[in-house]
């Protein structure tokens, strides 16, 4: 008889047992996606994620290479198709392009590993007047992306689990909308983590080429000579006749009076021994 009673009363506290575990899950549902880690800004926080920030000299440096080049050449369009090639042939591409009658610009993306093999090469197409090259350091921003999408994935994946959990369309609808932004989210960062790896990977040259006037070849021979003879005399008289043309005007006013004086004393000294 005690061992029947017994019996009844286990099997009433298990029935007890499951409904309180039931009625509790919708509960967990939504506490479970208040707790999530919240969203700051573009990314959330990092909280106990396992990526973590490396200390300094734990990574290679990840650089930004970039360089501008300034040429003069006879030829303004010969000089953007070679570069055009030169790039194509390092594994490179052009870009943005812009010329006039005396001047041109292009610009070029080539790997970061080549980058001083192609400016020696485009060097050589013209004078060179100006060489730069410059490195900017985004091991820290790149370290950061990947740290924040490491964490952004975790999240993304709890909320997928607990969409796959949701029993009511209250809950399957929040769930749903915070499962969005992540997503949301997680796009933006590996948009930003492949913009990073572009900058890295290619460098960026500048090229701004201006047209030299080629000087004219001398000529040589008898004829040459009589040429720049005949021009030096030309020359000469042209500047005598412009001193003469300047001085004429003093001539008139200062010789008139200037003769009259003496063509008077010359009669005055010839009249007194006449006398």
Known sequence: MRTRWRCVLAGAALVLLAG???GTSADSARSAVASAPQ?????PKQGNAQASVPAPGATDRKLARSARLELTTPKTDDVLSRAKAIATG???????????DDSASLTLAVPAEKLDGVLDQLSGLGQVKRREISAQDVTAQV???DARLATQRASVDRMRA??????SVSEIASVESELTSRQATLESLERQQASLAGQVAMATVSLSVTKQEAPAAPAGGFFSGLSGGWDAF?????????VLGAALPFLIAFGIPAGAVFWWFRRRHRAKPAE
């Open 90 to 100: 390092a594994g490179g591409y052009p870009g943005q392009e812009s010329a006039t």
């Open 39 to 43: 969203q700051e800004g573009a990314a």
């Open 20 to 22: 309180c575990s039931g």
């Open 162 to 167: 607990l969409l796959a959990k949701a029993q």
């Open 143 to 145: 370290v950061d992306v």
């Open 234 to 242: 030309v020359a000469f008289c042209n500047g005598l006749v412009r």
